[in-house]
């Protein structure tokens, strides 16, 4: 039972009721009934301003519609008591029996437990998308436990969603790749390398590339030129280091539904890039122009010359973009423009992209370039600065969502880079160091958009300090209640059906019903937090939960006929334990939409 959505349909059925009456106009459309926890515990249990929203067009003061109401809502059984406060606001404070009959509901549902309805919508999530051309490191990592969290979060909802990486494999940094891995080819065949040269990845991780080429191909490209073997050796190693690619994000547990690659884009006979700038010309959106040089830009590098351009600053965008190099051959721009309208043409109506800090400034012309394929708008205001990394309307919306960068350290020191990929931190680093489960929960710990410092110590701590060991100590606490109780009331039936059965009246301490009403605002946790694509969200509802059940725990170590179980009296436990039962499968729901694993016992 979704609590909200329960008192929700009451209050909406009740201003039907006055419509028919005669209290509110006949005529009157009547808004969508929200309801929330008040921020005062004292005001009541949930909280609603549908009288101040339905003033205006009823033409009545809104205490007088709350008034309505509450004479209305006062004989539901499930209601202990009405009260209209300030201009109309309305707070109802629900009886001990619908909150225990929450703790049935949520039994019987299990894992169902503030599971969406299915919405029938496709969101499509692109994330991670990192050029293929070594191992992840730390400054995909926080991008990658936000994008796979927030996808995760989505079908939780009830959205069908698709998690896709780009390759980026279509631009000059895979040719490096190429020469870096055949210099490492000829280093397996015995050859002396030396000093790897600059502008060439030194990394060691493409010693077993090399090495694999060598036992699959001998010397045959060992002294051959460039052009003979570049190609193959590109698309040899691009093929490794997807596998690494994969095996890295897998340590993290996550895995894409689809990979797509940007050189296929243009490949063959079906040219998407043409496709799209094509798509983009109908609208007379493209033209041959000239730009202007952009402020600080290198004069001796600057090139004066007619090109094919994207009309972007007709949806703000600061200055129009350039689709093709003076070689003829695309700019990455356009390939990512193919690639949006390749993702339209899939049928999306929504794409959610997360970009790193440092690509704020791509934004603009990826939303206007969006926005012109899909016959959608930006939000902008008077000065046209933008409202909302969005486009509104037309078939297809994208979003986008930036994530922070993260400092490593180990003790309060900066920790140092990886000898494994030459310049860098990986993300396996950071997996072995502590595990993945710190590293996911710490990622989502903060909003996406505050920077975020990362201390090895801090996040294997066993303490309350530590929030996922906290939170996930909650789950194994609950665990062991069971194990306990067991042990202890052998003969005591702790069947899913005997605690949704039990009698929950027993469950009278305040202690327990605060943490009833925080069980209560999973759901509605869930959906908001889907909806403003902010998995953060549900990190901290977990650690609030976890605090009310290790404070009822404590409470139970203090006064002894409050604990759990009750070894003389078998109905009281049942009725307890239903409570933990409760608590255990929200905590394991929460965790597995953050991709955490929920332990039932902790060393």
């Given at each position: 039972m979704n609590v909200f959505t329960h008192v929700e349909a009451k209050i909406a059925a009740v201003l039907a009721d006055l419509k028919v009456e005669g209290v509110l106009p006949r005529d009157v459309v009547l808004p969508q009934v929200e309801a929330e926890t008040p921020r005062d515990s004292s005001h009541g249990d949930l909280a609603s301003n549908v009288a101040l929203t339905l003033s205006k067009a009823a033409g009545i003061k809104p205490r007088d519609i709350a008034e309505a109401l509450k004479a209305k809502l006062a004989g539901d059984p499930e209601i202990a008591s009405v009260a209209v406060a300030g201009p109309g606001?309305?707070?109802l404070t629900m009886t001990p029996a619908f909150w225990h009959g929450l703790i049935g509901s949520i039994v019987e549902d299990g894992p169902a437990y503030g599971r969406g309805a299915p919405r029938h919508e496709r969101v499509n999530v692109e994330y991670v998308s990192a050029n293929p051309t070594g191992p992840m490191h730390v400054g995909h990592c926080r991008g990658a436990v936000f994008g796979d969290a927030l996808a995760n979060l989505l079908a939780h909802s009830g959205y069908e969603v698709t998690r896709e990486y780009y390759i980026n494999d279509a631009g000059g940094q895979v040719d490096v790749l190429a020469r870096s891995v055949h210099l490492r080819y000829r280093e397996a065949l015995g050859e002396t390398i030396g000093s790897i040269p600059e502008g060439l990845y030194p990394g060691d991780y493409l010693k077993p590339v090399?090495?694999?080429?060598?036992?699959?191909?001998?010397?045959?490209?060992?002294?051959?030129?460039?052009?003979?073997?570049?190609a193959l050796f590109r698309d040899e190693?691009?093929?490794?280091?997807?596998v690494m690619i994969r095996n890295d994000l897998a340590a993290l547990n996550i895995r894409h539904d689809v990979f797509v690659s940007e050189a296929s884009l243009?490949?063959?006979?079906?040219?998407?890039?043409?496709?799209?700038?094509?798509?983009?010309?109908?609208?007379?959106?493209?033209?041959?122009?000239?730009?202007?040089?952009?402020l600080g830009h290198d004069d001796e590098e600057w090139e004066d010359r007619e090109q094919t351009l994207f009309r972007s600053t007709e949806f703000g965008d600061d200055m129009d973009r350039a689709l093709q190099k003076s070689d003829g051959s695309y700019t990455y721009f356009a390939g990512d423009i193919a690639y949006h309208f390749d993702k339209i043409s899939r049928g999306f109506p929504h794409l959610i992209n997360v970009f790193g800090a440092d690509h704020i400034g791509y934004i603009p012309r990826m939303l206007a370039a969006v926005a012109a394929l899909a016959g959608g708008s930006l939000d902008r205001d008077q000065k046209g600065k933008l409202k909302s990394w969005r486009t509104r309307g037309g078939t297809t919306d994208l979003e986008i969502k930036v994530v922070q960068l993260v400092k490593l350290f180990q003790g309060g020191e900066p920790f140092k880079m990886s000898k494994r990929a030459g310049t860098f931190v990986t993300l396996r680093d950071v997996v072995d160091e502590v595990g993945r489960d710190p590293v996911r929960f710490m990622m989502l710990y903060r909003k996406e958009l505050e920077p975020l410092d990362f201390d090895f110590a801090k996040v294997t701590e066993q303490s309350k300090d530590n929030p996922v060991f906290?939170?996930?100590?909650?789950?194994?606490?609950?665990?062991?209640?069971?194990?306990?109780?067991?042990?202890?009331?052998?003969?005591?039936?702790?069947?899913?059906?005997?605690?949704?059965?039990?009698?929950?009246?027993?469950?009278?301490d305040p202690a327990e019903f605060e943490l009833i009403r925080k069980l209560a605002q999973y759901p509605r946790l869930?959906?908001?937090?889907?909806?403003?694509?902010?998995p953060h969200r549900l990190a901290f509802y977990l650690y609030d939960l976890a605090s009310a059940f290790h404070g009822l725990w404590t409470r139970g170590n203090d006064l002894p006929h409050l604990r759990f179980i009750q070894p003389t009296d078998g109905g009281l436990t049942v009725a307890r334990c239903a409570l933990v039962?409760?608590?255990?499968?929200?905590?394991?729901?929460?965790?597995?939409?953050?991709?955490?694993?929920?332990?039932?016992?902790?060393r």
């Open positions: 606001f309305l707070n090399g090495a694999a080429l060598a036992g699959k191909y001998g010397d045959t490209y060992a002294a051959q030129p460039e052009g003979e073997w570049l190693a691009i093929a490794a280091m997807l243009s490949r063959g006979g079906a040219d998407q890039v043409k496709a799209a700038i094509e798509a983009l010309r109908k609208k007379d959106l493209i033209y041959q122009g000239r730009l202007a040089k952009p906290y939170v996930q100590y909650a789950h194994a606490r609950a665990c062991s209640v069971f194990r306990n109780a067991r042990e202890q009331m052998p003969a005591l039936d702790l069947s899913r059906a005997a605690l949704a059965g039990a009698d929950l009246a027993r469950l009278e869930i959906a908001t937090a889907a909806e403003a694509r902010e039962d409760a608590t255990r499968a929200v905590i394991s729901s929460g965790l597995g939409v953050l991709g955490v694993e929920a332990p039932e016992a902790m």
